[in-house]
């Protein structure tokens, strides 16, 4: 059991903007451990899409942006491509754990 | 740029020992960084299994630590994932990965293409 949730679908027009949330708990993201997000094409590996709440890889376009906040943190994309559909899934660390852990996971779908 | 390919049997029994190596190309595994392996059973979501250090320190996730032991080897730029008494339920695509970032804010950024395991008699 995933002690990240987050939505199971989401999805948007081409050209909207879309969020996703991930919510945690106060051994995760509510400790002060960063958030970041990982974008999986369909039969692909995860890529590293935000790292640090919200900071970009290079490569990765500024429609991608990140913010936390408490117990939780968000995923937005704006200006939605056909190529964004995918599924997305931030991660953290839980210090009651020792472990990384991971979100439920979110497809994303374009209108 | 730094690569991982995994590699291993695709088809292991059950009770017997998933073994999986992960080769690494464009860095020096004794260069620095954790190494890790994370899997992804069809159509589900991600799950960390463990990290590993060019010097052999090792965590793993508390939930699997007691089948799990990575090891490396240094001289062929390679970790490896052995977890010993799979069942069904360890059906999965295992990625191969590196940890990057620093304490507290860690995350992986390098991965495998990944490897099927399926586990059946």
């Known amino acids: 059991q995933s002690l990240l949730t987050q939505p199971p679908s989401v999805s948007g027009a081409p050209g909207q903007r879309v969020t996703i949330s991930c919510t945690g708990s106060s051994s995760n993201i509510g400790a002060g451990y960063g958030v970041h997000w990982y974008q999986q094409l369909p039969g692909t590996a995860p890529k590293l899409l935000l790292f640090g709440d919200n900071n970009r890889p290079s490569g990765v376009p500024d429609r991608f942006s990140g913010s936390k906040s408490g117990t939780s943190a968000s995923l937005a994309i704006t200006g939605l491509q056909a190529e964004d559909e995918a599924d997305y899934y931030c991660?953290?660390?839980?210090?009651?754990?020792?472990?990384?852990?991971f979100g439920t996971g979110t497809k994303v779908t374009v209108l | 740029q730094v690569q991982l390919q995994e590699s291993g049997p695709g088809l292991v029994k059950p009770s017997e020992t998933l073994s999986l190596t992960c080769s690494v190309s464009?860095?020096?595994?004794?260069?620095?960084?954790?190494w890790g392996w994370i899997r992804q059973p069809p159509g589900k979501g991600l799950e960390w299994i463990g990290n590993?250090?060019?010097?052999?320190?090792?965590d793993y996730n508390p939930s699997l630590k007691s089948r799990v032991t990575i090891s490396v080897d240094t001289s062929k730029n390679q970790f490896s994932l052995k977890l010993s008494s799979v069942t069904a339920a360890d059906t999965a695509v295992y990625y191969c990965?590196?940890?990057?970032?620093?304490?507290?804010?860690?995350?992986?950024?390098?991965w495998g293409q990944g490897a099927l395991v399926t586990v059946s008699s």
């Open positions: 590993i250090y060019h010097s052999g320190s090792t």
């Open positions: 991660q953290s660390y839980d210090n009651t754990l020792s472990a990384y852990v």
């Open positions: 990965a590196r940890r990057g970032g620093s304490t507290g804010w860690y995350y992986f950024n390098y």
């Open positions: 464009g860095y020096y595994i004794d260069s620095g960084y954790y």
